[in-house]
């Protein structure tokens, strides 16, 4: 384990290196004058679901349908015909 001095700047700002910059970090007071610092990966609450696995499979599947099936024309017909035959398979 790798342990330096520094000395925290104004406002309590400390430098941890240029490697690190742009990365968001956890930072947890272990106690007083103590913290840990943890670099994270944030995800936004409405993208939350893509880290279940069962998830990911869904829109991969999805994904590999859209590129076998590209979009094409459609009538107003063939698409009344398609929710018709979906609503006959429940």
């Known amino acids: 384990m790798k342990q330096e001095a520094k000395t925290l700047g104004e406002g309590g700002l400390l430098l941890l290196g240029e490697e690190y910059t742009g990365q968001h970090v956890l930072v947890t007071q272990e ?3 103590v913290w840990t610092v943890k670099t994270a990966e944030v995800v936004p609450h409405n993208e939350r679901w893509l880290r279940n696995p069962l998830e990911k ?3 991969d599947e999805a994904l590999t349908w859209s590129e076998l099936n590209p979009a094409r024309a459609s009538t107003h017909q063939e698409i009344e015909a398609l929710f018709e035959k979906a609503l006959e398979g429940k």
Do not use: W
Request: charge should be negative; proline fraction near 0%.
């Open 31 to 33: 106690g007083d004058g």
């Open 57 to 59: 499979v869904i829109l």
